[in-house]
Nanobody
Framework: QVQLVESGGGLVQPGGSLRLSCAASGSFFGVGDMRWYRQAPGKQRELVAIITSGGNRNYADSVKGRFTISRDNAKNAVYLQMNSLKPEDTDVYSC??????????????WGQGTQDTVST
């Protein structure tokens, strides 16, 4: 079983920056694609960014040019650098990852979520 543990985030003023981290731990052979989602109360969950095992990246249009997703395969970790933050970026951010269990196949795991607030 895999656990994704998130850190970072918090309260920041508009125009500021935050960095989120998410690391996988447990018993598994490896980690595949890794993603960041966000969700506000009463709204649908939104895929913010994805980075494949090969390092290819894609972003939601709303964050292109401001957010950067990266990963450290040695640490089984994914990061989200968020710059030029706007009040509308206020959400609960969660990481998600595909992983390969020791028993075979492929499965998915979620982080616990972290509240990021952009406000004066």
């Amino acid at each position: 079983q895999v656990q994704l543990v998130e850190s970072g985030g918090g309260l920041v003023q508009p125009g500021g920056s935050l960095r989120l981290s998410c690391a996988a731990s447990g018993s598994f052979f490896g980690v595949g694609d890794m993603r960041w989602y966000r969700q506000a109360p009463g709204k649908q969950r939104e895929l913010v960014a994805i980075i494949t095992s090969g390092g290819n990246r894609n972003y939601a249009d709303s964050v292109k040019g401001r957010f950067t997703i990266s990963r450290d395969n040695a640490k089984n970790a994914v990061y989200l650098q968020m710059n030029s933050l706007k009040p509308e970026d206020t959400d609960v951010y969660s990481c998600n990852a595909d992983y390969y269990p020791t028993a075979g196949g492929i499965s998915g795991a979620w982080g616990q979520g972290t509240q990021d607030t952009v406000s004066t």
